[in-house]
């Protein structure tokens, strides 16, 4: 096989795999719920506001696209941060308790 050969089969395998890349966006995209998955607020796909603003999360894996409104994104976000700050000061406490 000469060396243009294997440019033109690359560039085929490339385009394919960008093919197959968008083919299963396309897919999960299909997933996307209609409301928000924590409160049930109304999502709609052709408001662009509402499509720049609200959160959506793939779980490849699983196949599973999730859909959250800011403020529920907002109180999650907040949630963990209260949560591993918490977690931290028990493991600093800890350190402190078996230095003594």
Known sequence: MNRKQK???NAQN??????EIVSEKLTLFNKLGDECLTCGEAFDKQNK?????WYVIVRQEEEKV????PPCWDRAQNIVENFMSHIES??????ESTDV
């Open 66 to 69: 999730n859909l959250y409104c």
């Open 14 to 19: 490339k385009k394919n795999n960008a093919n």
């Open 49 to 53: 506001e509402m499509v720049n603003e």
């Open 90 to 95: 028990e493991v600093e406490d800890d350190t």
């Open 7 to 9: 440019r033109a089969l």
